[in-house]
C-alpha cells in the first residue's frame, strides 16, 4: 500500500507542502513577544557631549536609547556593562545609541576617556552638564544618587522618549543586560 503511494505525484507534493508549512504555521501560531511597560517619560534636555558639541534629546528622537550614570573610573560596572553592549548591539545600527551621563566630569576629560578607551562616538555619547540641566534628567531616570542602589544601572528608553526598564548591569547579574538586549531589539525591530 505505501509502496503505491510514494509513486504518486499528489502524495509528494502533499508531503512536500506539509514539509514547508510547519514552520509557517508554527510562526503565526506564536504568540507576539511582550513589550516591557512604559515607566515614565524623559523630559527634554541640552547637555554637552565628549567633543564639545551641544547634545539634545532631539539627537535621540526615533533611537532606542540606554542611559547610564558615568565617571571617567571604567572599572564601573555600568561602564563595563556599556562596552558590552556597545560591542553586541552593532547589529542594531544607528537605530540603537548609548547615553553615559557624567555629572562630575568635564567634556575635556570624556574625550581623554573615549579616545583612550576607543569608543564609537556614533553609537556612544558621553555626556555632561550643568547640574540645573543634568538634574531633571537623571532625576526621571532614577540616576540621581552616586554611589548608591543606582551605580550599576542602566535604563531603557524607547523612540518616544519612554523609560521602558531599569536593569542591573553587575557582573553578578549576567541575566539582566541579556533581558536588556532582547527588550532593546524588540523595541527597535517595533514589536
Same mark, same amino acid.
Given at each position: 500500500?505505501?509502496?503505491? &503511494?510514494?509513486?504518486?505525484? *499528489?502524495?509528494?507534493? @502533499?508531503?512536500?507542502?506539509?514539509?514547508?508549512? =510547519?514552520?509557517?504555521?508554527?510562526?503565526?501560531?506564536?504568540?507576539?513577544?511582550?513589550?516591557?511597560?512604559?515607566?515614565?517619560?524623559?523630559? !527634554?534636555?541640552? @547637555?554637552?557631549?565628549?567633543?564639545?558639541?551641544?547634545?539634545?534629546?532631539? +539627537? %535621540?528622537?526615533?533611537?532606542? *536609547?540606554?542611559? !547610564?550614570?558615568?565617571?571617567?573610573?571604567?572599572?564601573?560596572?555600568?561602564?563595563?556593562?556599556?562596552?558590552?553592549? +556597545?560591542?553586541?548591539?552593532?547589529?542594531?545600527?544607528?537605530?540603537?545609541? %548609548?547615553? $553615559? &551621563?557624567?555629572?562630575? $566630569?568635564?567634556?575635556? !576629560? =570624556?574625550?581623554?576617556?573615549? +579616545?583612550?578607551?576607543?569608543?564609537?562616538?556614533?553609537? *556612544?555619547?558621553?555626556?555632561?552638564?550643568?547640574?540645573?540641566? =543634568?538634574?531633571?534628567?537623571?532625576?526621571?531616570?532614577?540616576?540621581?544618587?552616586?554611589?548608591? #542602589?543606582?551605580?550599576?544601572?542602566?535604563? =531603557?528608553?524607547?523612540?518616544?522618549?519612554?523609560?521602558?526598564?531599569?536593569?542591573? #548591569?553587575?557582573? !553578578?547579574?549576567?541575566?539582566? &543586560? +541579556?533581558?536588556?538586549?532582547?527588550?532593546?531589539? &524588540?523595541?527597535?525591530?517595533?514589536?
Amino acid at each position: 500500500m505505501f509502496a503505491r &503511494l510514494i509513486v504518486r505525484p *499528489w502524495f509528494w507534493a @502533499l508531503a512536500i507542502g506539509t514539509l514547508f508549512a =510547519l514552520p509557517l504555521v508554527r510562526t503565526f501560531l506564536r504568540p507576539a513577544p511582550k513589550l516591557p511597560p512604559v515607566r515614565g517619560a524623559v523630559p !527634554a534636555f541640552a @547637555l554637552t557631549r565628549e567633543t564639545g558639541q551641544p547634545f539634545a534629546s532631539g +539627537e %535621540l528622537d526615533g533611537k532606542v *536609547w540606554v542611559a !547610564a550614570r558615568f565617571s571617567v573610573d571604567a572599572e564601573r560596572p555600568q561602564a563595563r556593562a556599556m562596552f558590552e553592549l +556597545e560591542r553586541r548591539m552593532r547589529k542594531l545600527g544607528d537605530a540603537f545609541e %548609548l547615553v $553615559s &551621563l557624567a555629572p562630575d $566630569s568635564t567634556p575635556p !576629560a =570624556l574625550a581623554d576617556w573615549a +579616545e583612550r578607551h576607543k569608543t564609537y562616538a556614533r553609537r *556612544w555619547a558621553l555626556v555632561t552638564g550643568a547640574p540645573a540641566a =543634568l538634574a531633571p534628567l537623571m532625576k526621571a531616570l532614577e540616576l540621581d544618587t552616586p554611589g548608591g #542602589a543606582s551605580d550599576a544601572t542602566l535604563v =531603557l528608553v524607547d523612540i518616544h522618549g519612554r523609560i521602558r526598564g531599569r536593569y542591573d #548591569a553587575s557582573p !553578578a547579574d549576567k541575566d539582566s &543586560l +541579556e533581558q536588556l538586549i532582547y527588550d532593546a531589539a &524588540l523595541l527597535v525591530n517595533n514589536y
